[in-house]
């Protein structure tokens, strides 16, 4: 009786470890990392995202100005954007001290690992 019901567990505990490894990877497929890369020849002052189907921008992902020829990385969950295709597809504004601003439009963040401004 002892075997039956450690072979039973055995058996439950093998079954659940490939959920258990799908569930970890899925949480780890929803982060997106990206590196923005300022080329643009003046100050970045902001870096704004939106689904391409919203006519809005949502709100400064700058923590610091990034300088000309600097980088600053991004990591989020994209569940919480609610980009197109899954959370991935965005349009992307950078913002210089100039008052000028460039659009990125459509990128796939989950493909992209920087956006190059000029």
Sequence with gaps: MVNKLLSKLTIAAGLSLPLV???ASSVFAQMVKVSVVNNSGKTMTAVFMSPPDKETWGKNELDAPIADREKADFEWNRADYG???GGCVFDVRA????GKATDLDAVDL???TALNFR
């Design 21 to 23: 490894a799908l569930a």
């Design 83 to 85: 980009g197109s295709e």
């Design 95 to 98: 913002e210089y001290s100039d």
């Design 110 to 112: 989950c493909k992209e």
